[in-house]
Each structure stands twice: as structure tokens, then as C-alpha cells.
């Protein structure tokens, strides 16, 4: 029988230069699942670990770097056929400050800062690019204005 599962995180890492909003995708390595797709910074709750921490912790082990500023945004389903359960991926945006030099784990091969338009046309999901919509509409002034106080984690 089918289950229900909050098990993973998304996490879309924000350069907010001044020109314009830099958005980091990665490309998968090839010994690894969705080989060469380009996604979000994507992994698994640990036991007994909050969504915003496994999106930290993701965030870390897959590009080195660490946000200043972390926003919840959305959830959103998948189906994992193999374990017959409907994962519920939690969606973080995540900022970061200058210089910003990513340090990819293994589960990638390139990463690339790209502008708005180029990521949603890059991203192998359209679960990805919807997210990435709906932070720009939510987050374009820099922060999430009269819903900061539900979005904001740090």
C-alpha cells in the first residue's frame, strides 16, 4: 500500500546581485540517479532532522556554501514508484553572500550561476521550475514582504 512521506528538501541558492538574481543549478554526475539532469540542491531528511536543517546540511555538502538568509516557500509531491510512497519535498530558498565559490560534492559534476530565465529553462523538472516562480514572486524585492513573518526561517 502506498504511504505518505516527508523525506526530502529542495533548496534553490540565490546570488541577489544587484543587476540581477543569480541562480545556482547543478548538474547530476552520472553514477548517480537522473544522470546529467541540472536541478536544485536536493537531498533526504536524516532521522530526526527539521526540513530547514536537512536544507542546510544539503546545502553545505553539495556546494560548500551557507546561507545568510533561508525562506520556506513550498511543498511539493512526487512519486517514488519503487517504494510506492508519495514524498512531499520540502522548498527552501536559501541567500548567499559574496564570493559566493560553490564546492561540488560527488552527486554533481558542474555547477553554474545563472540568470532567472536561463535556470528555469535549464532545470530538468517543471516541479523546479514552478518553485523557482513562485520564490521570484514571492521574494523579488529581496525579502517576503507582509509574509516575511510566515516565510523567514533565519
Request: glycine letters at 6%.
Amino acid at each position: 500500500m502506498a504511504q505518505l512521506s516527508i523525506g526530502t528538501i529542495d533548496v534553490y541558492v540565490i546570488r541577489p546581485l544587484p543587476a540581477e538574481w543569480r541562480v545556482l543549478v547543478l548538474q547530476r554526475a552520472l553514477d548517480t540517479r537522473c544522470p546529467t539532469a541540472w536541478e536544485a540542491v536536493h537531498g533526504r531528511i536524516e532521522e530526526g532532522e527539521e526540513p530547514e536543517d536537512a536544507a542546510l546540511r544539503e546545502m553545505r555538502e553539495e556546494t560548500g556554501l551557507e546561507a545568510t538568509r533561508l525562506y520556506n516557500v513550498t511543498v511539493h509531491p512526487f512519486y517514488l514508484h519503487k517504494t510506492h510512497t508519495v514524498q512531499m519535498a520540502v522548498v527552501f530558498a536559501a541567500f548567499v553572500a559574496e564570493p559566493a565559490n560553490v564546492v561540488i560534492g560527488p552527486e554533481h559534476t558542474k555547477a553554474e550561476w545563472l540568470n532567472v530565465g536561463a535556470a528555469l529553462e535549464r532545470f530538468a523538472w517543471p516541479r523546479e521550475r514552478e518553485a523557482l516562480r513562485e520564490i521570484v514572486h514571492l521574494l523579488h524585492a529581496g525579502n517576503a514582504g507582509p509574509v516575511e513573518d510566515v516565510l523567514r526561517v533565519f
